[in-house]
């Protein structure tokens, strides 16, 4: 009996693996198609294949759940490996901060930030400061909100230690803070003073 005539005598559409057994079943069956195919409706064939089904959906589930889990826990004793291996690496470097970056220390900005009377100055208002300060030209100045600080390793390799987000701010003529770019150049300004921020 062919798949397609099962289909059509029952009204039921069975997987390959399920049409194997039911093919199976059907050449120990001593009637014909017809018959087999009554008899397997009669004894609800299909409600037992549709059971079959249900219980073999909650195996793969319960599968890919165990699979998930075992993926999870590889991953995590990986990343630990790894962070093993970088600190290892990292203390076999002997890496030191060093110059380059922010010349402001980040707790000397958070203060500045906070304090009373600080305000966050716009974009426009950081430009015009840094034209009546230091002469740079408005259209070239660009604002820059995002510093880091720098360390070397023993081979003199340099990378980023930390990264910072700082708004320009001012509170006095001697208290204020501006990272900013000028013609390919690098600035900060800190406390009215023109700083080289170097990365």
């Known amino acids: 009996m062919m798949k397609s005539e099962f289909i059509e005598r029952t009204g039921f559409e069975p997987t390959a693996e399920e ?3 039911i ?3 059907y050449y120990e069956f001593s009637g014909d198609k017809n018959a087999f195919c009554k008899d397997f409706l009669k004894n609800k064939g299909v409600e ?3 059971r079959n089904r249900a219980s073999r959906i909650e195996e793969l589930k319960k599968e890919l759940e165990d699979m998930e889990k075992k993926l ?8 630990k490996e790894i962070d093993s291996l970088k600190e290892q690496l990292d203390k076999e470097l002997d890496w030191k901060p060093c110059e380059g970056g922010t010349t402001m220390d980040q707790v000397r900005y958070e203060e500045l930030a906070t304090a009373g009377g ?8 950081a430009k015009d400061l840094i034209y009546n300060e ?3 030209s408005p259209e070239k100045i660009r604002i820059i909100n995002t510093v880091h600080t720098y ?3 023993k081979y003199h390799r340099m990378r980023k230690a930390n990264e910072y987000t700082r708004k320009p701010v001012y509170n006095a003529s001697d208290w204020n803070y501006i990272r900013f770019d000028c013609a ?9 003073s023109l700083q080289s921020y170097e990365n």
Do not use: D, H
Not at 118 to 125: H, P, W
């Open 184 to 192: 390919g150049w690098q600035y900060e300004m800190v406390n009215c």
């Open 151 to 153: 360390e070397a390793n």
């Open 118 to 125: 600080t305000r966050i100055l716009t974009e426009q208002e």
């Open 72 to 79: 999870e826990a590889e991953k995590k004793a990986s990343e």
């Open 134 to 136: 230091f002469g740079f």
């Open 48 to 50: 037992r294949l549709i």
């Open 19 to 21: 049409y194997a057994q």
């Open 23 to 25: 093919e199976e079943a």
